[in-house]
Structures are given as C-alpha cells and as structure tokens.
T-cell receptor
Framework: EPEVTQTPSHQVTQMGQEVILRCVPISNHLYFYWYRQILGQKVEFLVSFYNNEISEKSEIFDDQFSVERPDGSNFTLKIRSTKLEDSAMYFC???????????FGAGTRLSVL | KNEVEQSPQNLTAQEGEFITINCSYSVGISALHWLQQHPGGGIVSLFMLSSGKKKHGRLIATINIQEKHSSLHITASHPRDSAVYICASENTGNQFYFGTGTSLTVIP
C-alpha cells in the first residue's frame, strides 16, 4: 500500500539553527499538510498546500516557517531559527483531493536543545 | 477559530462492549475527520464526513450538522482498538482544528 514517508525520524538541533523536515507524499496526491504535536498535547494544524502554493496556514505558521515542493515529489517544512518551543513531533499528510481522507507519515521528532 | 470538544477524555471498556466517543464543534464546517493515534504515535485517518453516516468494518461515524455534533462508535470492541481517537474539524478554507483526543483502553 502506498505510504507517506518522512525523514529523518528524529532530528536533534541547537536553538537558533535551521532545520528542514522532509516528506514524500503519495505520488498521485495533490493536497499536502504539515501538523505538529507537542509532547502530551493535541495535534495542531500548521499549513495546507495545493497547486504549489499555501492554501491555508495557522497562527503558529509564522515567518520562521516555510514550505516547499522543490522537485514534484518532496514536500519540505523549513524552520529558519529554531526555538526550544519548536520541539515536537511533526507530521506530514497528503490526500488525493479535498473530498478524501488524509494519509499521515510516521512523523519526525524534533528536539531543540 | 473552531472549538472542538471531545468526550470522554478517557474510556475503559471490556472486550466486546459497544463504545461511543463524542465530538462537538462551535462553528460551521466543511468536513469532520476522525483519526486514530496508536500508542507509538502514528496517526491513521478513519473517516471524513460532512453529513449522515459512514461505516467501515466495526467502526461507524455519524454527524449532525444542525447540532454541530459527531459520534464515533465501535461495535464489538477488541483490545487492538486501544488507542487515542481524535476528531478534527475542517473549515471551508482548508484549515483544521483538533480535539484533545479520547484515550480508549479495551481490556480482554
């Protein structure tokens, strides 16, 4: 069965460093999403992406965040200058269209020291 | 912003019991999602619905748009159903708001 792949599974970084989290969505999917879940808290929406542009973003997704689909297969989330409070599990998801369920990757655990 | 509330927060059931998890939301939506988060953290989408009822195996999801309420039912529960069940609202702008989840434990 096709799956969404996220790399790395665990990323450790120093505060102030830039990180790029990578996702390979399912190949025929057109809608892409990033979510985060701080340990012990609920899942939070970050951004949705369609047709090579952001469809919607949350208040969390400020100027230090950006997303890109550089080569038609990868979908990346960049955090420019990480803060301690960015430590969380980051999930990527994709869907064929807006009428279908999303498929989630296994997540990347980001630890900012 | 859409406030999404789930109840109960925690639920323990005996194997074979019928389970209901409730979700309410505060503003109109384009769709309501039910997700399952496994103990290891992985997330699986169970249902996306905008009206009526959907069924998949032992799982049934219903939504009442007028009352802004959805339920997830599990028939003949099994220990492998033990997980956190999360509802999330999707607005017309493709933005999502998540509930805090219902932690279900099914005892053999």
């Amino acid at each position: 069965e096709p799956e969404v792949t996220q790399t790395p599974s665990h990323q450790v970084t120093q505060m102030g460093q830039e990180v790029i989290l990578r996702c390979v969505p399912i190949s025929n999917h057109l809608y892409f999403y990033w979510y985060r879940q701080i340990l012990g808290q609920k899942v939070e929406f970050l951004v949705s992406f369609y047709n090579n542009e952001i469809s919607e973003k949350s208040e969390i997704f400020d100027d230090q965040f950006s997303v890109e689909r550089p080569d038609g297969s990868n979908f990346t989330l960049k955090i420019r200058s990480t803060k301690l409070e960015d430590s969380a599990m980051y999930f990527c998801a994709s869907s064929e269209d807006r009428l279908n369920i999303q498929y989630f990757g296994a997540g990347t655990r980001l630890s900012v020291l | 912003k859409n406030e999404v509330e789930q109840s109960p927060q925690n639920l323990t059931a005996q194997e074979g019991e019928f389970i209901t998890i409730n979700c309410s939301y505060s503003v109109g939506i384009s769709a309501l999602h039910w997700l399952q988060q496994h103990p290891g953290g992985g997330i699986v989408s169970l249902f996306m619905l905008s009206s009526g009822k959907k069924k998949h195996g032992r799982l049934i999801a219903t939504i009442n748009i007028q009352e802004k309420h959805s339920s997830l039912h599990i028939t003949a529960s099994h220990p492998r159903d033990s997980a956190v069940y999360i509802c999330a609202s999707e607005n017309t702008g493709n933005q999502f708001y998540f509930g805090t989840g219902t932690s279900l434990t099914v005892i053999p």
